[in-house]
């Protein structure tokens, strides 16, 4: 669709095509180890070493699900062997690649709906920052949001060209994509939406219909058959309390502080609701899409990113229309087109000042293909995510074999390093492995508020991996029935008294 925006010179072009790039690069660059990472290494261990496929637990020694239903397996396979043939730098790759590949995709749809090459890029201006949290240190998400631009990009050039042969390229992708993250369902629900969009533009739908049946199908091609649908289905019913992803943007507000993913977010809302009321809803697709996506984004936080996807895939168009399509000027339009302005500001600000912060870090820091494990807050004083390197060499060193009661965050990278000699009693797979009676009685221990003595006494710890100082420090310090053996700067050591 042709508007009368004039196109950019093809220096200016190219100029600005660099700059996205670079602010693209900037935002993926990380070096740090993510938690979830060391779960995946330890299932791809365990595919190859041990007999048969991992369908029950074997790291932990507190009880969990009779069956282990691990919808990130293939990409436990993949990752641990890319680390077994290349080192970090393969999985780091990957990501950088998952990351670039996504936003090539995001730009040839928006060119595709026949936004300008300037309006196309606008997203990354506006929203570049978006990549450093929906592709931190590898997490599997990373294919989820690559496969959700993939899926607009075909979806879009099916629909503008009416070819819906080109659908049938979609049951091979949510194959893979079932096998890879448990964030398929998106998916399909990009599907539905498309088309109920064309059921409401009183538009051909029926080829959507029967492309998302196959797909359907499709998503049972996995070693857990429908069970994956079962788990996927008990873990959305059931997200995991106090865990920042799964808490609604007001929630994170209010109890992790503000940050540069929320703002950039509610930016994004105002930004695409305004354009949707701007164009009076002509986008009927689009409309559906933003506004579920943004509902999506409210509820859970993990689900922020996909608004962003569809707003840098269809809003750069709409921009275009807006700003200089052949329309009636009032002045109730140049109020909307003000607000609309004003909410593109403040994303483009929180761009910027995030990429004023970052860029120095990136060009410090050290090899961007490596994973760091961080044996001290980046921050000292803060919160921030680090690993008890030097408490695991203590115990590596020591040749201690037995179970360990550690934080959740630790529990993967610990299993990775001293498994089989050791156990964990908890790590992150929370709702994939541990029924919820257990779930609940580790947050109480963790709190040590009312009740947090059930789960050190019901379990049999060998020996206890906590955070240097606050209230659980304190409340093991005073423990009758425990010693410390270990202490550094960050972390300490607790073991029973007459243990190993």
Same mark, same amino acid.
């Given at each position: 669709?042709?508007?009368?925006?004039?196109?950019?010179?093809?220096?200016?072009?190219?100029?600005?095509?660099?700059?996205?790039?670079?602010?693209?690069?900037?935002?993926?660059?990380?070096?740090?180890?993510?938690?979830?990472?060391?779960?995946?290494?330890?299932?791809?261990?365990?595919?190859?070493?041990?007999?048969?496929f991992p369908c029950r637990d074997l790291l932990a020694y507190t009880p969990t699900h009779p069956d282990w239903v691990f919808?990130?397996?293939?990409?436990?396979?993949?990752?641990?062997?890319?680390?077994?043939?290349?080192?970090?730098?393969?999985?780091?790759?990957?990501? #950088?690649? *998952? =990351?670039?590949? /996504? !936003?090539?995709?995001?730009? $040839? @749809?928006?060119?595709?709906? &026949?936004?300008?090459?300037?309006?196309?890029?606008?997203?990354?201006?506006?929203?570049?920052?978006?990549?450093?949290?929906?592709?931190?240190?590898?997490?599997?998400?990373?294919?989820?949001?690559?496969?959700?631009?993939?899926?607009?990009?075909?979806?879009?050039?099916?629909?503008?060209?009416?070819?819906?042969?080109?659908?049938?390229?979609?049951?091979?992708?949510?194959?893979?994509?079932?096998?890879?993250?448990?964030?398929?369902?998106?998916?399909?629900?990009?599907?539905?939406?498309?088309?109920?969009?064309?059921?409401?533009?009183?538009?051909?739908?029926?080829?959507?219909?029967?492309?998302?049946?196959?797909?359907?199908?499709?998503?049972?091609?996995?070693? #857990?058959? *429908? =069970?994956?649908? /079962? !788990?996927?289905?008990?873990? $959305? @019913?059931?997200?995991?309390? &106090?865990?920042?992803?799964?808490?609604?943007?007001?929630?994170?507000?209010?109890?992790?502080?503000?940050?540069?993913?929320?703002?950039?977010?509610?930016?994004?809302?105002?930004?695409?609701?305004?354009?949707?009321?701007?164009?009076?809803?002509?986008?009927?697709?689009?409309?559906?899409?933003?506004?579920?996506?943004?509902?999506?984004?409210?509820?859970?936080?993990?689900?922020?990113?996909?608004?962003?996807?569809?707003?840098?895939?269809?809003?750069?168009?709409?921009?275009?229309?807006?700003?200089?399509?052949?329309?009636?000027?009032?002045?109730?339009?140049?109020?909307?087109?003000?607000?609309?302005?004003?909410?593109?500001?403040?994303?483009?600000?929180?761009?910027?000042?995030?990429?004023?912060?970052?860029?120095?870090?990136?060009?410090?820091?050290?090899?961007?293909?490596?994973?760091?494990?961080?044996?001290?807050?980046?921050?000292?004083?803060?919160?921030?995510?680090?690993?008890?390197?030097?408490?695991?060499?203590?115990?590596?060193?020591?040749?201690?074999?037995?179970?360990?009661?550690?934080?959740?965050?630790?529990?993967?990278?610990?299993?990775?390093?001293?498994?089989?000699?050791?156990?964990?009693?908890?790590?992150?797979?929370?709702?994939?492995?541990?029924?919820?009676?257990?779930?609940?009685?580790?947050?109480?221990?963790?709190?040590?508020?009312?009740?947090?003595?059930?789960?050190?006494?019901?379990?049999?710890?060998?020996?206890?991996?906590?955070?240097?100082?606050?209230?659980?420090?304190?409340?093991?310090?005073?423990?009758?029935?425990?010693?410390?053996?270990?202490?550094?700067?960050?972390?300490?050591?607790?073991?029973?008294?007459?243990?190993?």
């Amino acid at each position: 669709m042709e508007t009368n925006a004039a196109a950019m010179p093809r220096p200016a072009a190219l100029g600005l095509s660099i700059l996205s790039a670079v602010l693209v690069l900037i935002a993926l660059t990380d070096a740090f180890a993510e938690p979830d990472l060391w779960g995946y290494l330890n299932f791809g261990r365990m595919f190859f070493n041990e007999s048969g496929f991992p369908c029950r637990d074997l790291l932990a020694y507190t009880p969990t699900h009779p069956d282990w239903v691990f919808h990130e397996w293939l990409a436990g396979v993949v990752l641990y062997r890319l680390l077994e043939a290349t080192g970090p730098a393969g999985i780091q790759v990957l990501k #950088y690649t *998952l =990351g670039c590949l /996504t !936003a090539l995709l995001l730009f $040839l @749809a928006s060119r595709r709906r &026949g936004a300008t090459v300037l309006h196309s890029l606008s997203f990354f201006l506006m929203g570049g920052a978006f990549f450093s949290w929906a592709f931190p240190a590898f997490r599997a998400l990373c294919f989820t949001y690559f496969f959700f631009a993939l899926l607009i990009f075909v979806l879009e050039t099916a629909r503008l060209n009416e070819n819906f042969r080109r659908l049938w390229i979609l049951p091979l992708i949510m194959a893979f994509w079932a096998n890879l993250h448990g964030g398929f369902p998106a998916g399909l629900g990009l599907i539905v939406l498309y088309a109920a969009g064309r059921f409401w533009e009183g538009r051909r739908y029926s080829p959507y219909l029967k492309v998302l049946a196959v797909c359907a199908l499709a998503t049972l091609i996995n070693p #857990y058959g *429908l =069970g994956l649908w /079962t !788990a996927i289905a008990g873990h $959305l @019913a059931e997200p995991q309390a &106090g865990v920042r992803e799964w808490v609604s943007v007001p929630g994170a507000w209010v109890h992790f502080g503000r940050s540069y993913d929320l703002l950039i977010f509610l930016a994004c809302v105002g930004f695409t609701v305004g354009m949707l009321v701007l164009s009076r809803f002509k986008d009927k697709v689009f409309t559906l899409i933003c506004l579920t996506t943004a509902f999506l984004g409210m509820v859970h936080h993990r689900h922020m990113p996909f608004l962003v996807l569809a707003a840098g895939a269809y809003g750069p168009f709409l921009l275009q229309e807006v700003c200089c399509g052949e329309k009636r000027k009032t002045k109730a339009r140049a109020c909307a087109m003000l607000f609309v302005l004003l909410f593109a500001l403040a994303m483009a600000a929180c761009n910027i000042k995030y990429f004023v912060l970052k860029t120095p870090i990136v060009i410090k820091g050290g090899n961007p293909l490596a994973l760091n494990t961080p044996w001290e807050p980046y921050a000292p004083g803060t919160d921030a995510l680090f690993y008890p390197v030097h408490a695991v060499d203590y115990l590596e060193t020591a040749g201690f074999s037995g179970n360990i009661l550690p934080y959740a965050t630790w529990g993967g990278y610990i299993s990775w390093r001293l498994y089989p000699r050791c156990k964990v009693a908890m790590d992150l797979r929370f709702e994939t492995v541990y029924p919820k009676k257990v779930r609940d009685e580790y947050f109480r221990f963790l709190q040590a508020g009312a009740g947090w003595r059930d789960f050190l006494v019901r379990y049999p710890h060998d020996i206890v991996l906590i955070y240097r100082g606050g209230a659980l420090h304190k409340a093991m310090s005073k423990e009758p029935g425990w010693r410390e053996i270990y202490k550094d700067a960050n972390t300490v050591i607790f073991s029973r008294k007459g243990g190993r």
